[in-house]
């Protein structure tokens, strides 16, 4: 495997057996989880349409007050459109926590743009919870 796989300079269409079409990208999102809520998004559209998710490396930029576990990765319309049902435990400390498979339902070539949201299993406490998400997928031309 090339170690520039997933090199964000190279941005070439084409390579590793992809079509003139399609390339190996990552999207990151950063969200905030704010205290007695149990879902956050992005404050603005972020993700591109066209992009088809494949895997999401979670971490932690902070340690919340309470214990809770990432649920599901989605987008506006359907919070658990990339990721459904994880239990990935994500509070209480920073740092990475794992990389998730994505088996939702937009696991698609004709998403459109729209914000990441999550959904966590409880409410983080004072300290929220803030999460970078790099998205792992195949970024293919509009």
Known sequence: MRSDILNANSNSFGELGLS???KLD???AHITVANGATTGKESAIGM???FVPM???????????NTTNLVDVGDDGDTDGYVDGAALACGQS??????????GALISSENA???????V?????????????EII??????
């Open 94 to 103: 920073a740092g990475f926590k794992g990389l998730l498979r994505c088996n």
């Open 137 to 142: 997928g195949i970024a293919q031309k509009s």
């Open 20 to 22: 003139d079409n399609a």
């Open 121 to 133: 299993s409880a409410d983080p406490g004072a300290a929220t919870l803030e999460l970078k998400l």
């Open 113 to 119: 743009a729209d914000e990441v949201e999550i959904v």
């Open 48 to 50: 591109p349409n066209n």
């Open 26 to 28: 990552v999207y990151v």
């Open 55 to 65: 895997a999401v490396a979670v971490t932690a930029l902070n340690a919340s007050t």
